[in-house]
């Protein structure tokens, strides 16, 4: 091949990068934005696809989510590598208004957290509404029990369910109770092809598409009642946060026209969030 | 058919206006390997004008003489002075060198010799132009443009001379330039290498073939075990050797 | 059980509908990834050359360390280039977080040694052979290594290849950095990741086929150039 021949195909791999940064551009640089930090929960039940387009819309500023675990989310946040953290795991969310990371905590909304398992359900707590009752004849009858294992939300609620019942899953890891230290998904995936029982917040639940022979066990139980707040990360400790900008997006998640959002919000007919901000004073 | 006097060589088309590496000189030159003497205490001279084949028997220590003389190899012992001085780097385009084995540059036969004009210095245009002659020289411009490795052996070979004589050297070493080739393309490498030492090029080649010997050498430099038994004029040589050992390989014998 | 089948063929409608979001996801993931790849040869080409020409005390530690850092594990490059690029961090000031520059930078990075260590394999293999030849006509090292790398040219846009097709493959750097946000750095692995989390399972594995294929295309293009160099008896 000739040097012009080479350099010809060189040129055509410079130009399909060329070509390709002409793609469909992703959102405009020229809109203002922020950087919310949140988890996978709540972005695979499909809420922040649901009602950002509706602040957007409203505000002329685009959210960008950065979905990862509760723990991850929260150390990004304390980076400052976000504006707002939008997170369930209220015990961590005001030790990072304590610390100063961020300027306020508010509620926004809740859901529930539900116990699935296999449809023989051998542990036979099938019907029941005691969430520690359940967990209890899980580690006696020494069911397979895929846990979460990553510090998140939903694993420290898990964990504290655990501490009710006396006793200590952790020393059974490996055998019946299974660590994957992986998101809620992950740990659904890993469930359904074990058979084993979990615990899942509903939304994921409902959104999840792997169930498997997987169902609802338990619930109802007030225990498994599941926060969510929004806090708008300290711009005093990182100048770089767009303070304004996050304010307006809090502001209109704890409006009546944000709560309705989240309220109105449905999967297969099932509302998947319920609206609890404190009203305006 | 060479020139039959000792040092008569024809007038150079070529003026040299400096010279760099002539006279080469070699003084006590020693290569030893593993308790053997490779070069035993070797003093040579190489001066004026033609062609000298270092001749001998396989192991005599040919090739490694001609790239301690090139500057490719330091020697354990002895030095080297090319015009007077220690070489201190290749002195490229004055000295050139063809290996046994041609090493071609992966493009066309035409910019492997541009590629050696380039280095040497000239011009663009310059290079282009020497390109050319020299491709037509060696017979190979109906192949310039081809990749210089498909070229056959002969071809290859021929390729090599023609990029080493492109830039007009003062002093070429060859080392075995016929080797494993036909006697058609022996017999052009031959005639390159005439027409290189009528130019004025110093040439320097190393041969174990006595026939091409006689035919193309000015002078003989004959090498026997690490030693330069003989140095002297070509038909002196051929006609009254001096040692026991230039006798037996003359005599297609090998010398012990 | 899923229906596989019926969720490869939404993998597949989608493409050949061209699909909006996913034409804007493959886009994506070929310019991440075309530019990391070239941004990367712009670094290891000369410093694979250079280790293979150059003679320094400390040049043996410094190719193992090259070598090995071709298996550096992407999410450990996500995490540095994260710690890097954080408003916490050294480069936070950039604003590079959570765009697809930062994605391009830790590709870049992850890539680099791998072009670097294969350039300076296949430098010095050609190193050895043209040395006394180069060193008689005097050639000095810098234009020693130019000549290298273009003599070298098939075996480095083969080595350009691999590159790409690791950093096209990844998900653990460009997830870290990235953030994985729709419509911004969404790419094809982390679409893979997040719809495999979702439990979509069939559209996860309809989106690997069509990563796959991509990677199946970059490797017939390195074997028509193989074929293109033999003939033209380069190798």
């Known amino acids: ?281 | 058919m060479p020139d039959a006097g000792i040092m008569t060589p024809p007038t150079p088309t070529a003026k040299r206006s400096t010279r760099a590496i002539l006279p080469l000189v070699g003084a006590g030159l020693v290569v030893a390997r593993g308790g053997r003497k490779l070069l035993d205490d070797i003093d040579v001279e190489i001066d004026g004008h033609g062609l000298t084949t270092v001749l001998g028997p396989n192991g005599a220590g040919k090739t490694l003489l001609l790239r301690v003389l090139a500057g490719l190899l330091t020697p354990d012992q002895g030095r080297v002075l090319w015009a007077g001085r220690r070489p201190a780097r290749a002195r490229f385009p004055d000295l050139g060198f063809v290996f046994q084995k041609p090493v071609l540059l992966r493009r066309s036969a035409r910019a492997n010799v541009r590629y050696a004009l380039r280095v040497a210095g000239r011009t663009s245009a310059d290079s282009r132009r020497r390109t050319d002659r020299a491709l037509a020289e060696a017979g190979l411009e109906h192949l310039a443009s081809a990749p210089a490795r498909v070229l056959s052996g002969g071809e290859q070979r021929r390729l090599a001379i023609a990029r080493a004589l492109a830039v007009e050297p003062e002093v070429l070493f060859l080392d075995e330039p016929c080797a494993n080739l036909d006697p058609a393309s022996m017999a052009a490498v031959e005639a390159m290498i005439g027409q290189a030492r009528s130019r004025g090029t110093r040439v320097v080649l190393v041969s174990h073939d006595i026939a091409q010997a006689r035919r193309l050498s000015d002078e003989i430099a004959f090498m026997h075990r690490g030693r330069i038994v003989e140095h002297g004029a070509a038909e002196s040589f051929f006609a009254r050797p001096q040692s026991a050992a230039a006798e037996s390989f003359l005599a297609g014998r090998i010398p012990l | 059980m899923q229906d596989f089948s019926a969720a490869f063929g939404q993998a597949f409608g989608l493409l050949l509908a061209l699909d909006r979001d996913l034409m804007e996801i493959v886009g994506l993931s070929l310019r991440v990834s075309l530019t990391a790849v070239f941004c990367a040869g712009a670094i290891g080409f000369p410093l694979g050359a250079a280790l293979a020409v150059a003679r320094f005390p400390g040049r043996g530690a410094l190719i193992i360390l090259v070598n090995a850092l071709m298996g550096l594990p992407p999410v450990v490059v996500g995490l540095l280039a994260y710690l890097a690029l954080s408003n916490a961090g050294p480069l936070g000031p950039l604003a590079l977080l959570y765009t697809p520059a930062a994605m391009i930078v830790a590709q870049a990075i992850l890539v680099t040694p791998i072009i670097a260590a294969l350039t300076r394999q296949t430098v010095e293999d050609l190193r050895v052979e043209y040395d006394e030849q180069l060193r008689i006509m005097g050639v000095g090292p810098l234009h020693a290594v130019a000549t290298l790398l273009w003599d070298a040219r098939y075996s480095l846009l083969t080595t350009l290849l691999a590159g790409f097709g690791r950093a096209v493959a990844e998900v653990g750097a460009v997830i870290i950095v990235g953030g994985n946000i729709n419509h911004v750095t969404r790419v094809m692995t982390t679409t893979i990741a997040l719809e495999t989390s979702k439990g979509n399972l069939a559209l996860a594995l309809g989106l690997g086929i069509i990563l796959l294929a991509l990677a199946i295309g970059v490797n017939a293009v390195v074997m028509g150039l193989r074929t293109t160099a033999v003939r033209s008896a380069y190798a």
Do not use: C
């Open chain 1, 1 to 281: 091949m000739t040097r012009r021949k080479f350099l010809t195909l060189a040129a055509a791999l410079l130009g399909a990068v060329a070509i390709f940064s002409g793609v469909p551009q992703p959102a405009s640089a020229d809109q203002p934005f922020i950087v919310v930090q949140s988890t996978t929960s709540t972005q695979n039940s499909g809420l922040f696809d649901y009602i950002l387009p509706m602040f957007t819309g409203k505000s002329g500023i685009e959210v960008r989510v950065v979905a990862v675990g509760t723990g991850q989310a929260i150390k990004n946040a304390m980076n400052g590598d976000g504006d707002v953290l939008f997170v369930h795991a209220k015990p961590a969310e005001e030790k990072f208004v304590a610390e100063g990371h961020g300027v306020r905590r508010d509620d926004v909304m809740y859901n529930d957290f539900v116990i699935v398992g296999p449809a023989a359900d051998p542990a036979g707590i099938g019907g029941g509404h005691d969430a520690i009752a359940a967990l209890q004849k899980i580690a006696e009858s020494k069911a397979t029990f895929a846990s979460r294992g990553d510090d998140s939300g939903t694993n420290k609620k898990e964990m504290s369910l655990w501490k009710e019942t006396g006793v200590d899953p952790q020393k059974a890891s490996g055998t019946w109770y299974r660590e994957t230290g992986s998101g809620m998904g992950a740990t659904l995936n890993a469930a359904a092809g074990m058979n084993a029982y979990t615990m899942s917040d509903r939304a994921t639940w409902i959104a999840f598409n792997n169930k498997g022979d997987l169902k609802i066990q338990v619930e109802g139980d007030k225990q498994l009642f599941n926060q969510y707040g929004v806090i708008l990360v300290n711009p005093e400790k990182h100048p770089n946060v767009k303070a304004k900008l996050g304010q307006s997006f809090i502001d209109w998640l704890l409006s009546p026209e944000g709560q309705k959002a989240i309220a109105s919000y449905k999967v297969d007919g099932q509302q998947l969030f319920f609206p609890n901000a404190a009203p305006s004073s």
